[in-house]
Nanobody, 123 residues
């Protein structure tokens, strides 16, 4: 079992920045691919970014150049640095983990999820 706890959400003006954190516990952090998803109000949960065990990263097109995912193995934590935020980035952001990810954008590829943290971007 892996437990994931997100933090860092809040209210920010358009153009501002936030850094989300996801602390993992329970199993060896370095064995898990870590991802961020988000669920805008009234919409389905969608993929944002992934950090593979190898260190490679991948982003959905809408956040490329603005968001950065990173991981700190010593702290068993994955981060999502979000810059140049837009109102359309408003969502509940979720951290997800799995030791083997088949389709990175598919929620079913991830066995472990956090409770989510709300990010609100005002215009």
């Amino acid at each position: 079992q892996v437990q994931l706890v997100e933090s860092g959400g809040g209210l920010v003006q358009a153009g501002g920045s936030l850094r989300l954190s996801c602390a993992a516990s329970g199993r060896t952090f370095s064995r898990y691919h870590m991802a961020w998803f988000r669920q805008p109000p009234g919409k389905e949960r969608e993929f944002v970014a992934i950090s593979w065990i190898s260190g490679r990263t991948y982003y959905t097109d809408s956040v490329k150049g603005r968001f950065t995912i990173s991981r700190d193995s010593a702290k068993s934590t994955v981060y999502l640095q979000m810059n140049s935020l837009k109102p359309e980035d408003t969502a509940v952001y979720y951290c997800a983990a799995d030791a083997s990810v088949s389709i990175i954008t598919d929620l079913r590829s991830y066995d472990y999820w956090g409770q989510g943290t709300l990010v609100t971007v005002s215009s």
